[in-house]
């Protein structure tokens, strides 16, 4: 690692986030969409899913509302790579002595900023609909950091195709998927209401253990194992994604 790294990164995502607030209608598209899902979702349907235990719906999908929260602004750092890519800033960036993973970092950097501002609009709306926690400054804690995780991970996914992409569309369309995931999770109904192949795949796939341990943490409940499995999600994605997106950006710039 360079030892400019730090100090380039630091000017870089600074020139980044300049960006971003010139350009604030990107956080407030990242959250329009999930706002009106939760809106649908809680005052439309709501009335008709029966979740049991007491607990009001807007609490019960909360958590896989934020995760679709961060699907979708990942969206973005794709797209801001890829018109990086494209107007030769990276190439400029090459002819100066600056760490060359910098400039990724910076990008990945500002992708979790955006999206924790576009998580806290979401838990404010979501608040006004009713959603209430009791869960004490650990809990809470806890799950500031499983969604940094998260967010990390998607956005170093994020970085493969924005790096790879041939046109703007390829390079964001990937995350059609990745929101599309809590649907087939615990996120909205619980598993065992689902068809047995449907419920096998809900009940392993990375989404529902992250929902739960989140539900969980928010309802002031036992965990269990679901955070350790929310957690060896989060944190195998991330590194197997950082892996190919450091291969795919040394290709990209050799």
């Not at 969409?33 to 607990?55: D, E, R």
């Not at 999908?61 to 699907?71: D, N, Q, S």
Request: with cysteine.
């Amino acid at each position: 690692m360079s030892k400019h790294f730090f100090g380039d990164t630091a000017v870089l995502l600074g020139r980044s986030l300049r960006h971003i607030t010139r350009s604030p209608d990107t956080i407030i598209t990242t959250a329009i969409m999930p706002i009106a899902m939760m809106l649908m979702f809680v005052y439309v349907f709501g009335g008709a899913i029966n979740i049991g235990s007491g607990t009001s719906y807007v609490n019960y999908m909360l958590p896989g509302i934020l995760l679709i929260t961060v699907a979708s602004g990942i969206a973005y750092t794709a797209y801001r790579l890829f018109m990086d890519m494209q107007g030769g800033i990276f190439e400029r960036f090459q002819s100066m002595p600056t760490a060359r993973s910098s400039v990724l970092w910076a990008h990945v950097l500002t992708s979790l900023v955006a999206n924790l501002v576009s998580l806290v609009v979401v838990m404010l709306v979501a608040l006004l609909m009713g959603f209430r926690s009791s869960a004490g400054v650990p809990a809470w804690l806890s799950v500031a950091g499983i969604l940094i995780l998260f967010t990390l991970a998607l956005t170093w996914i994020a970085v493969i195709p924005g790096l790879s992409a041939k046109t703007m569309e390829g390079a964001s369309a990937f995350s059609y998927p990745l929101i599309f995931l809590p649907f087939l999770s615990s996120a909205f109904v619980p598993t065992d209401t689902m068809p047995t192949v449907l419920r096998v795949f809900a009940d392993n796939q990375p989404v529902t253990s992250i929902v739960n341990a989140v539900r969980a943490l928010f309802a002031e409940q036992p965990v269990g194992n679901d955070i350790w499995i929310a957690l060896g999600w989060c944190v195998g994605i991330l590194v197997v994604a950082y892996a190919f997106a450091m291969n795919a950006y040394r290709r990209k710039i050799s």
